[in-house]
């Protein structure tokens, strides 16, 4: 199936680092959205982006749509140990039909060492 | 507030078997999709139904199909189950077919054997 390209693949960090991953994909999308899933249970919306160019913060999140509409990052500030999970990014197309599927990143895992 | 429900939540079925997921969307939403998470992946986009028409399909089989009841609430059924199919099945909905962001249930983890 189709799938973005999300790096890293994993981190390890200290608690009190800064976090960044990011999305790449070869198509153009309408809506980037990110977000976290914790095992055992269904993801999690963070942050929602709906122009290019677009910089929106969710607490210690900032996310940006890319202004080539192809990419997006995600930063976490100030890690702490909750934040350990699985990030996801997403991308929305808007298809025939007016069917809005996403198209996901494989997930970036992510590690906190208290 | 319910958030989206998904039942059962852990399923074991033998190859060959038919098996069907059930979904309830939060209260007001018309939109439910459908995604398969094999372990280690993102979720893959199965179906999307709105006020009970599909709206959108992935690339599945003929074995899986859906429909969606008058009160918004979903099935998703998958006939002839392989081992490929063990996956963690998510429901998600939203208000309307729109580019906000969907609210997922926490899914049902379907192992065939």
């Known amino acids: 199936g189709q799938q973005l390209n999300q790096s890293p693949q994993s981190m390890f960090i200290q608690e009190g680092e800064d976090v960044s991953m990011n999305c790449t994909s070869s198509s153009i999308f309408n809506t980037w959205l990110w977000y976290k899933q914790d095992p055992g249970e269904g993801p999690v919306l963070l942050i929602a982006?709906?122009?290019?160019?677009e910089l929106t913060s969710n607490g210690r999140l900032t996310a940006q749509f890319g202004i080539t509409r192809k990419d997006s990052f995600l930063n976490i500030s100030a890690s702490i140990p909750s934040d350990v999970g699985i990030y996801f990014c997403a991308g929305q197309l808007f298809g025939a039909g007016n069917n809005r599927k996403l198209i996901w990143g494989l997930g970036t895992s992510l590690a906190v060492n208290p | 507030d319910a958030g989206v429900t998904q039942s059962p939540t852990h399923l074991i079925k033998t190859r060959g078997q038919h098996v069907t997921l059930r979904c309830s969307p939060i209260s007001g939403h018309k939109s439910v999709s459908w995604y398969q998470q094999v372990l280690g992946q993102g979720p893959q986009f199965i179906f999307q139904y709105y006020e009970k028409e599909e709206r959108g399909r992935g690339n599945f089989p003929d074995r899986f199909s859906a429909r969606q009841f008058p009160n918004y609430s979903s099935e998703l059924n998958v006939n002839a189950l392989l081992l490929g199919d063990s996956a963690l099945y998510l429901c998600?909905?939203?208000?309307?077919?729109?580019?906000?962001?969907?609210?997922f249930g926490s899914g049902t983890r379907l192992t065939v054997v």
């Open positions: 998600a909905s939203s208000f309307l077919q729109s580019n906000y962001g969907y609210t």
């Open positions: 982006l709906y122009k290019a160019g």
